[in-house]
């Protein structure tokens, strides 16, 4: 028992459903895709940047932007 007499909390996990709300999956699967096209157009950007500036880019770092994309 903790100290208010009570047994000690879990450290968040325990407490979580184990299947997602179904009524929240639509609402989550916006979110992502706002997120991904976010972070494509981020890449995007940064590539841009790096080229302005004379710096390397990976290779692959484009492939990648365009499988975010898709």
Do not use: C, F, K, W
């Not at 009570?6 to 997602?20: K, S």
């Amino acid at each position: 028992m903790g100290s208010t007499g009570r047994p000690p909390r879990g450290q968040g996990h325990e407490e979580q459903a184990l299947l997602p709300d179904l009524d929240d999956i639509p609402r989550r699967r916006r979110v992502l895709v706002l997120d991904v096209t976010q972070a494509a157009a981020e890449v995007s950007r940064l590539v841009h940047e790096a080229y302005d500036l004379n710096l390397p880019v990976e290779p692959g770092v484009r492939d990648g932007r365009n499988a975010l994309v898709r």
